[in-house]
């Protein structure tokens, strides 16, 4: 049987620190099909890759089988380009050198392409969102950690190991902040991720003697969402957690446009969702700490792509490129 | 009269803070002829113009005259090879956007190509030097400022706007030291060029009660050989000094490498004279600062090209390319 290229399909799949999103997606970046399980529960790669492809199965026999997919595109943190290998992922429970393209390889029985979440994000920008057009831009995601994808000359920046766009674990505060998953002191995803957000609304309520609404939150499920909810009431003690995040953000972004001048940052990701809360402090800490030359030039600018499309478009899009 | 291509040259020209050096050069890569003039005397470009080329066609003369020459390949802190112009340089005495290109080509009556000085740098490395055949690198010129030039999948990332590659005005120390060119705080080239050891020095010396052959020099001249002099004697101090620079230096390329994930770091440079005196804390500090998938992978690299060649040769790199 032969089909129209139009008929074939793409599996994308976005593996993060908490869940992982899969999706079956047409020629045009409509996710047809789409789910989402728990990557957490999961202590090995074996049980993971079992559950991920039981769900994606009913999916694929949904799209008409298995010989209407062209392939599997993948994007996961430390996830590495050229060897389909994951290695020493800090926000993912498995350790080590995992070889998970091979693994959901033998499982499937189709093709696949691995790289970082983020440039699979970037990817998905590039193809269907706002960098549409852009040979110049750095893709930042804003989730569980902090990942980035950076284009270039109209080309993902890989490195010569595959592991280029790590701008999470850039040193932003020399002796800063301890990042559980690295051991190391200061890093931008110790403080711009969700994890870091509730980090710094614990140590503000701890450290400041000021009334707030956070007070009263249940401490386990303080995350961006509520001290948002709390911002815009008015709480003084959220509105701080978002300047303080934004300073830092705003300086690791200057960083990032003074290395390699990009036309602009896409910000995407949960924290995203406190719109100017976050956006105007990193806006305004980005420029004070540009030098002239690249000041008022750079565009900070939200993703559109839903939210839960976004990676796996990106993710896809690796599929359809494949050989 | 024709010529064969072998014998067609071209001109480097590469303007530092403090002085310009330029030379004659053909396609092996030899500089023929080569000189050497102040910047910082020059308070206006045309006097700077007026002087360069006074000096080139006593050398253009004795390489057998205007004919033989291609064109001028130029490097500039600031250098825009989009619009050949010169923008806000800090380090150098002329403020503003100066069109260099096009006055060099009215005065010279040649095609000019202008870049940042660390680009054309890293362009001379890639063809004559220590980054021959690597696709991935960072160029990073330690001297009066702090320059770099990015090279990802084999090609120089100039950025939207043609000003990639200012990772010496990235902040490291956030509310450190005071950049005078730029107004911004704790920058890379405030502690790593040669202007911020000698401010290092001068710090340590004040702040410290420690005895010290740098307590006897004199102040006016107390730069990186003075520092390196007084190291290899065993002067503590002077090895402090080495040492907190090395510190901010790796921390810097740890977040570069965390960036685009080079195969190697080439430095090049006075500071880079001191050796392992800096070397050593610097890669120290560089792994210490990486995530486990970096460490141990990156290479940093002292340029083996004469110094008073290498910034010549890039340039004149740009002038072979040129159209």
């Known amino acids: 049987m032969t089909q129209s290229s139009k008929?074939?399909?793409?599996?994308?799949?976005?593996?993060?620190?908490?869940?992982?999103?899969?999706?079956i997606v047409n020629r045009d970046g409509n996710v047809l099909f789409s789910g989402e399980m728990s990557t957490k529960k999961h202590s090995t790669i074996e049980t993971f890759i079992d559950e991920l492809h039981e769900q994606l199965s009913v999916l694929i026999e949904r799209a008409g089988g298995i010989d209407r997919i062209k392939g599997i595109g993948m994007g996961a943190p430390n996830g590495n380009f050229y060897t389909g290998t994951i290695e020493y992922a800090p926000n993912l429970p498995w350790k080590g050198i995992i070889p998970i393209?091979?693994?959901?390889n033998e499982k499937f029985k189709l093709p696949v392409v691995l790289t970082n979440d983020a440039n699979a994000a970037a990817i998905g920008e590039m193809m269907y969102g706002a960098a549409k057009g852009m040979k110049d831009f750095i893709m930042i995601t804003l989730?569980?950690?902090?990942?980035?994808?950076?284009?270039?000359?109209?080309?993902?920046?890989?490195?010569?190991?595959?592991?280029?766009?790590?701008?999470?674990?850039?040193?932003?505060?020399?002796?800063?902040?301890?990042?559980?998953?690295?051991?190391?002191?200061?890093?931008l995803e110790s403080y711009a991720s969700a994890t870091g957000?509730?980090?710094?609304?614990?140590?503000?309520?701890?450290?400041?003697?000021?009334?707030?609404?956070?007070?009263?939150?249940?401490?386990?499920?303080?995350?961006?969402?509520?001290?948002?909810?709390?911002?815009?009431?008015?709480?003084?003690?959220?509105?701080?957690?978002?300047?303080?995040?934004?300073?830092?953000?705003?300086?690791?972004?200057?960083?990032?446009?003074?290395?390699?001048?990009?036309?602009a940052i896409i910000l995407f990701g949960g924290l995203t969702k406190a719109g100017d809360l976050i956006l105007k402090p990193t806006r305004e800490h980005m420029e004070e700490n540009l030098i002239q030359v690249?000041?008022?030039?750079?565009?900070?600018?939200?993703?559109?792509?839903?939210?839960?499309?976004?990676?796996?478009?990106?993710?896809?899009?690796?599929a359809w490129e494949q050989q």
């Open 7 to 23: 008929d074939v399909l793409a599996i994308g799949i976005d593996i993060g620190g908490t869940g992982t999103k899969y999706g």
């Open 197 to 263: 957000v509730r980090l710094t609304a614990l140590e503000l309520l701890e450290n400041s003697k000021e009334d707030s609404l956070l007070r009263t939150a249940d401490k386990e499920n303080l995350d961006s969402k509520v001290v948002y909810d709390a911002a815009i009431k008015g709480d003084k003690l959220a509105l701080q957690i978002f300047e303080f995040t934004g300073k830092i953000l705003g300086l690791a972004l200057a960083n990032a446009v003074m290395f390699s001048s990009p036309e």
């Open 143 to 187: 989730g569980t950690g902090v990942g980035s994808g950076i284009v270039a000359n109209g080309q993902l920046i890989y490195g010569h190991d595959g592991f280029a766009g790590e701008l999470g674990h850039t040193i932003v505060i020399p002796d800063g902040r301890m990042h559980e998953g690295t051991g190391k002191k200061g890093s």
């Open 294 to 318: 690249f000041q008022n030039k750079v565009k900070i600018l939200v993703s559109h792509l839903k939210e839960s499309d976004a990676a796996i478009l990106g993710a896809s899009a690796l």
């Open 101 to 104: 393209a091979k693994l959901v």
